[in-house]
C-alpha cells in the first residue's frame, strides 16, 4: 500500500511563490515516476508536472517557466515550487504515483493540499 501525504499549500497573492511538497511512503519511491495534479471547481483534474525515477521532468504548457517539480529519493519526498501565480493557478493540488500524463494512468493519490491566489 502506498500512503501520500500533501503539504505547502494555502493562500498566497497574485505574483507570489508556494512549495508544496508530498512524503511518500510504502513504496520503492526512488524507482516511481510521481506526478502533480490540480483540480479547480467545476474542471476535471489536469496534470501540472511529473517527474521520472530518473529525474526527467515534464510540464503542462501555463506552468512551463513558472514551476519547478523536484524529487528526493532520500527524504522519498516529490516537490512542486511554484512562481509567479496566477488567479487561474487556484486549485486543489494532488500528487501521484503512476505514468503517463492522464489521471487514470495513476494508482495512488494523496489527498490533495488547496491553493489559493487571490487577485
Known amino acids: 500500500q502506498v500512503q501520500l501525504v500533501e503539504s505547502g499549500g494555502g493562500l498566497v497573492q497574485t505574483g507570489g511563490s508556494l512549495r508544496l511538497s508530498c512524503a511518500a511512503s510504502?513504496?520503492?519511491?526512488?524507482?516511481?515516476?510521481m506526478g502533480w495534479f490540480r483540480q479547480a471547481p467545476g474542471k476535471e483534474r489536469e496534470i501540472v508536472a511529473r517527474?521520472?525515477?530518473?529525474?526527467?521532468?515534464t510540464y503542462a504548457g501555463s506552468v512551463k517557466g513558472r514551476f519547478t517539480i523536484s524529487r528526493d529519493n532520500a527524504k522519498n519526498t516529490v516537490y512542486l515550487q511554484m512562481n509567479s501565480l496566477k488567479f487561474e493557478d487556484t486549485a486543489v493540488y494532488y500528487c501521484?504515483?503512476?505514468?503517463?500524463?492522464?489521471?487514470?494512468?495513476?494508482?495512488?493519490w494523496g489527498q490533495g493540499t488547496q491553493v489559493t491566489v487571490s487577485s
Open positions: 510504502g513504496r520503492t519511491f526512488s524507482t516511481s515516476t
Open positions: 501521484a504515483v503512476g505514468r503517463g500524463v492522464a489521471p487514470a494512468q495513476y494508482d495512488y
Open positions: 517527474i521520472t525515477s530518473f529525474g526527467m521532468s
